[in-house]
T-cell receptor
Framework: EAGVTQSPTHLIKTRGQQATLRCSPI?????VYWYQQALGLGLQFLLW???????NRGNFPPRFSGRQFPNYSSELNVNALELEDSALYLC?????????????FGPGTRLTVL | GEDVEQSLFLSVREGDSSVINCTYT??????LYWYKQEPGAGLQLLTY?????DMKQDQRLTVLLNKKDKHLSLRIADTQTGDSAIYFC?????????????FGTGTRLTVIP
């Protein structure tokens, strides 16, 4: 069974540009989560999508947004990029009916903002 | 509260046991997890424990949960160089409806050959 996949692996942008990151969940998983792992700041929850709807967001500005498609894949968009947006962005998926809430992570997209 | 705390670094010799500790503040946590992150990679789920359990063993891994003290530990027996990685503990709180995970800062385990 394929795991969570993310693309691209690396992304280099300049300040003010927009970045789009993509995630495909494990087959059968309907929930997708996005996390930001910035150097020295650990993992911070960004967004949670389930059944095509945004269910919860972390403490991030509105320029971080995304969506979930009918096939449950997801996009994370970051507008007006700032230097401090440089981080590893991790996507995780979960089977909504799962009793144990386990999230399975993809390999991440490393975003560098110059 | 949502703070999950871990010590940042741990070094052990190959063959010794490693114990990675974690404290959390929210007693409503339902599940607690340990994830492993190797350099340049995503997070790999190692094990989890339900909050009404005290201990869980899975091959070389032993998870201990002290709910009274809100303390979670991961013991790795016979630590190998391949165990060198960052280990994150995380909690989920289904009651909030959020279902997202709250992570500790991560403990970087270095195994000395």
């Amino acid at each position: 069974e394929a795991g969570v996949t993310q693309s691209p692996t690396h992304l280099i942008k300049t300040r003010g540009q927009q970045a789009t990151l993509r995630c495909s969940p494990i087959s059968g998983h309907t929930s997708v989560y996005w996390y930001q792992q910035a150097l020295g700041l650990g993992l911070q929850f960004l967004l949670w999508y389930d059944e095509g709807e945004e269910r919860n967001r972390g403490n991030f500005p509105p320029r971080f947004s995304g969506r979930q498609f009918p096939n449950y894949s997801s996009e994370l968009n970051v507008n007006a990029l700032e230097l401090e947006d440089s981080a590893l962005y991790l996507c995780a998926s979960r089977f909504r009916g799962s009793e144990i809430d386990t999230q399975y992570f993809g390999p991440g997209t490393r975003l560098t903002v110059l | 509260g949502e703070d999950v705390e871990q010590s940042l670094f741990l070094s052990v010799r190959e063959g010794d046991s490693s114990v990675i500790n974690c404290t959390y503040t929210d007693s409503s946590s339902t599940y607690l997890y340990w994830y492993k992150q190797e350099p340049g990679a995503g997070l790999q789920l190692l094990t989890y424990i339900f909050s009404n359990m005290d201990m869980k063993q899975d091959q070389r891994l032993t998870v201990l949960l002290n709910k009274k003290d809100k303390h979670l530990s991961l013991r790795i027996a016979d630590t190998q160089t391949g165990d060198s990685a960052i280990y994150f503990c995380a909690e989920s709180k289904r009651q909030t409806g959020a279902n997202n995970l709250f992570f500790g800062t991560g403990t970087r385990l270095t195994v000395i050959p």
